[in-house]
């Protein structure tokens, strides 16, 4: 669900003047993320897991590779598999947001893959999103963090933070000049939601599969799982 290069522009190509609009959208999400991505940092430093740290690195990298598979949709976004939520259970949404603001960095020096400029936009949709969705986890487990409580609950973050990523993408890129006089946000917002509303059915099912299966196998991991049944924040 990246934006990519060409979408936010400071300057207006037509007028050669200030790009208002795009800087607005621009500075919100800038202004949105950073104070997230510090508490990210100053929560996970807190926890001083070297465990945390080796398994952040790897997480960081399976889930590059998932997201290098794209197809293109609205407007310069690209659709692809997010693996928030699934990073979000792994790490805890604190961690998880800097695993996947690792994620897209690489992605946006090295692949071209999601805008420099729009790289705070990015950052807001796919790991801030991405991070919150362990709380929905948490919001639809109440008290019962295993067996079929816990998969369900899984599910159901990963299709909403899916679909909370798309409005927040089609609603940047609707209020972009690029956009904002043909069609906006009546335009973007249905377009991303209705894709990823599907799309986010498939990461649903993927994701609680792997969560599932690594509750089983290898709890130990799984630093969002001892968050949920009340470890260390």
Known sequence: MHINDGIFNLINPVTNGVSFPDVAVLSV?????????????????SLGNHTLTATLS???????????????????????????TLLAMILGPFAAMLSMTIVLLMQAFFFADGGLLAFGANTLNMAVIGGLSFFFVKFFAG??????????????????????TALATGFEVGFSSTFINGGGIALTVPSMVGIYAMEGLVEAVVTTALVTSLVRLQPRFMVGLDMLRGGKW
């Open 58 to 84: 790897i997480s960081s990298a399976l889930v590059f590779v998932a997201q290098l598979i794209n197809f293109p949709v609205v407007g310069g976004t690209t659709v692809h598999v997010l693996g928030a």
């Open 29 to 45: 999400t800038w202004a949105i993320t950073i104070p997230f991505l510090v508490f990210a940092w100053k929560k996970t430093k």
């Open 143 to 164: 008290k019962s963090v295993d067996g079929s409580r816990l998969a369900i609950s899984v599910f159901a973050a990963s299709w909403v933070a899916s679909i909370l």
